[in-house]
Structure formats: structure tokens, C-alpha cells
């Protein structure tokens, strides 16, 4: 075991990094002072711009050797001089994406000569093509109704609606107010739900998360609920504390979270099924769809309604449209409410076509010769007149 590994020292992260071996971190997490003047107990947030700058620089050469090839680097920053830091780490990496975190602050006045600033600004940059990323472990999942409104055929089983979809690059999370739960005393304390989607995303189960600037701990927290290990480093003691009596909690399993690879195995347990599903469902319709109609079964579901709809109202065989009509109903009746518009649409449809094809429908060789037989002759007949005048009352007999 390490003598550096779930460690959060209480000391200068420059003077810090000395102790990690270089090529030993998964990921780089990390939420620098913004140099907006904010009291840290220390003056590293209200620095000349120049000092703030080569600073940065400093630590940024110091903390990279200490990526393995394929490991990822978030940062967090405002507006203020993300430009600048984005161009030190561009020379120095590849730039993935550019994540807006909207801090959801409720309207209450804000700036008069300029617009209010609601959002901080997140870099992420990986070492190399074949970057760690797991999407899976990020999905978001699609609410009920979303789900219910993509009743569509094409979208029955489809993968990405059992899982979810891949988060995009806003943001929209509560910043921690005062009466928020999980807040600590710390200034700028940043949201777990933030930092987990980067480590699940960006960090493998077991891997390495290095944040050099720990203030209340939520990367050390948030590397705990994951099944992640953790090293950084906080200059001010106070805030030490906090981080220690924050894991302590989290140990004692106040914020707990099932482990990462449970997670990992039931997205893929939400996954399969899908697709089974999707391949039961196109040959069960017909028949079980037309049974359960028949048999007014309650269980027909949302994403069946539709076929079986369909399905009833073509074994409608006279066609009349009181039966299809009926046949609609009983559909409607067992499924929820979107199926009850798709269930009545093609119902009337279908009533209207097989009542058309009956009406086409020629009549059997049988009929016509009796027909032709009973037909009276008149002067101007000629045998093709009588043929057709004998298909067409055959015709008419067959239908009534
Ligand atoms: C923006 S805060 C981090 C907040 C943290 N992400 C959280 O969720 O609580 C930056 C922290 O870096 C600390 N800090 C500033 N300079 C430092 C340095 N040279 N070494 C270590 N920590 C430092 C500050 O005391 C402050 O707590």
C-alpha cells in the first residue's frame, strides 16, 4: 500500500506533488482558486493577474507528468481567465469539451452594467486518442413520459431509450445554498453530483483522482462513494478538517452510494433486456396482440398498443365499421393513454380498406356460370355483353 494513496495532505499542492510518482493518476480533477478575491484563509484567490497566470502555469507543469498517457484532465474556471488557462493546457494537451455548468441562481437582482454570471466554465482535456471514458456509467435516463412519447415503432427496444442519453456539455445543477445538505463550510464548496459524473465518466473503478486544490473535499468524498482512490492537497487547516470529518461521514455511510460496478452491471442488466424485448416483440404481435384484444386483456402495454391496434382491426373480416370501430375500443380501453390515439387511427383505417378490397372482390367461377345461365337474352346481345352482365350480378349476390 502507498503512503500517498487516500490521502488528502494538508500542504502546499507544489510542494505536494513531489510525493506522487509521475504516471500514476487516472484523472486530474481540479478547482483552482478563480482569483476573483475570495478569502481561502490564504491569499492564492486575490493575486496580480500576472502572478495568478505564471502560477498556474507552475503548477500545471508540475501536476501533468503525474497523468498516465491515457488519463483526462476537468478544470474549473469563470470566464475570467479561462481563455488564457485553456491555451496553456491546449499547448499541452487535447481539448475535449468545454462544459458549462449552469448553477441554476435564482433571478434576484445581479449586475446593472453588465450581464449576471451564472455559470462556471469546465475544461476537459485527455493526454491521447484512446482516452478513458465511459459513457455508460453517465447515461441519464429518460424520464416516463419521454419514454411513453417515443411509442413509435422505430424506437421499440432501441438501446439509448432503456439507458439513457449521454450528457451534454451544460450543466444544469444547483449550486450548494447554505440550507443545501451536503454543504460544508467552505466558500466554494462544488456539488457531488458533479464531480461523480466526472469520476464514473473519466476515471476507471479503482483507478486515481488527483485534485490539487481539496478545499472542503468533495473530490476525496466523491472518489469514496465511487469505489475510486484519491490524493490532493488543502493549505488551509481548517479546511483540512472539514475533509477529514466529511470522509469520516462518508465512511460511516451517511452519503453512500452503491459501489461503481453494481452500477456498471445494471446499466448493462437495463441494456439487454431492451434489445431481447425489441426482438420478442415483432412476432408476438399478430397473434398475442389479437388474443389479448379479444380476450379484453388490461395488460397490453404502451409499447404494443400500436401493432395490436393494428392487428384487431384488420381481422375485422366483414370489415363494417361498428366492428372496427369496436375492435379500436377494446385496445383503447386496455392500454394507457398514447396508445389510445394510435389504437383508434389505424382501426378506422383498416375498417375502410378490407370493406373496399370485399367490394373488389370477384366472384367465384360458380356463380358466374349460373349467372350466364339464368341471364335473359335480349336482340342486341353478343356473348361478351352477356358475360358481363353475368359477372356483375354474380358479383353483387356474392357481397349481400
Ligand atoms: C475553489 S477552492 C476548492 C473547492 C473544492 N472544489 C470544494 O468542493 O470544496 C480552492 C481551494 O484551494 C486552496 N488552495 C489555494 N492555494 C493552494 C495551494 N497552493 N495548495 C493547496 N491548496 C491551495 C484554497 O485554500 C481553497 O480551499
Known amino acids: 500500500m502507498s503512503d500517498w494513496l487516500n490521502q488528502v495532505f494538508c500542504e502546499d499542492a507544489l510542494t505536494g506533488l513531489a510525493r506522487i510518482p509521475d504516471g500514476s493518476v487516472d484523472l486530474i480533477l481540479t478547482d483552482p482558486p478563480y482569483n476573483l478575491g475570495k478569502d481561502y484563509g490564504n491569499a492564492s484567490d486575490q493575486q496580480t493577474v500576472e502572478d495568478y497566470l505564471r502560477w498556474t502555469e507552475r503548477w500545471i507543469e508540475a501536476a501533468l507528468p503525474k497523468l498516465k498517457p491515457n488519463g483526462s484532465l476537468y478544470i474549473f474556471l469563470t470566464w475570467r481567465f479561462s481563455p488564457e488557462i485553456f491555451v496553456m493546457l491546449k499547448k499541452r494537451m487535447t481539448m475535449m469539451n468545454e462544459i458549462i455548468w449552469d448553477r441554476r441562481v435564482p433571478s434576484m437582482g445581479g449586475s446593472v452594467r453588465s450581464y449576471s454570471s451564472v455559470h462556471d466554465t469546465i475544461g476537459f482535456f485527455v ?122 461521514e462518508t465512511d460511516a455511510g451517511a452519503l453512500a452510494e452503491p459501489a461503481p460496478l453494481k452500477q456498471r452491471a445494471a446499466v448493462k442488466r437495463a441494456a439487454k433486456p431492451a434489445v431481447k424485448k425489441a426482438a420478442a416483440k415483432k412476432p408476438a404481435t399478430k397473434k398475442v396482440a389479437v388474443k389479448k384484444v379479444a380476450a379484453k386483456n388490461v395488460d397490453v402495454k404502451t409499447v404494443v398498443a400500436k401493432p395490436a391496434a393494428k392487428v384487431a382491426a384488420k381481422s375485422v373480416k366483414a370489415a363494417s365499421k361498428p366492428r372496427a370501430k369496436a375492435a379500436a375500443k377494446l385496445v383503447a380501453e386496455a392500454a394507457p393513454t398514447v396508445a389510445i390515439e394510435s389504437a383508434t387511427k389505424p382501426a378506422n383505417k383498416a375498417a375502410r380498406k378490407p370493406a373496399n378490397k370485399a367490394a373488389r372482390k370477384p366472384a367465384s367461377k360458380t356463380a358466374i356460370k349460373a349467372a350466364s345461365k339464368a341471364a335473359i337474352k335480349t336482340p342486341a346481345d353478343t356473348p361478351a355483353k352477356r358475360s358481363r352482365r353475368a359477372v356483375k350480378t354474380a358479383t353483387a349476390e356474392t357481397i349481400a
Not at 456509467?137 to 439509448?160: C, L
Not at 453530483?193 to 473530490?219: H, N, Q, W, Y
Open 127 to 248: 493526454g491521447r486518442k484512446d482516452y478513458y471514458f465511459d459513457l455508460d456509467a453517465v447515461r441519464i435516463a429518460y424520464d416516463a413520459e419521454t419514454k411513453k412519447a417515443r411509442s413509435r415503432s422505430i424506437f421499440i427496444g432501441a438501446k439509448w431509450l432503456e439507458v439513457g442519453y449521454n450528457p451534454k456539455d451544460l450543466w444544469s445543477v444547483s449550486r450548494l445554498h447554505r440550507e443545501h445538505p451536503e454543504r460544508a463550510d467552505h466558500p466554494t464548496q462544488k456539488p457531488l453530483e458533479i464531480i461523480e459524473r466526472m469520476l464514473k465518466a473519466s476515471c476507471p473503478p479503482d483507478g486515481v483522482v488527483l485534485d490539487l486544490f481539496m478545499g472542503s473535499g468533495t473530490t476525496a468524498i466523491a472518489a469514496r462513494r465511487c469505489g475510486r482512490n484519491f490524493v490532493g492537497f488543502e493549505l488551509n487547516p481548517e479546511y483540512c478538517a472539514i475533509i477529514q470529518s466529511r470522509l469520516a
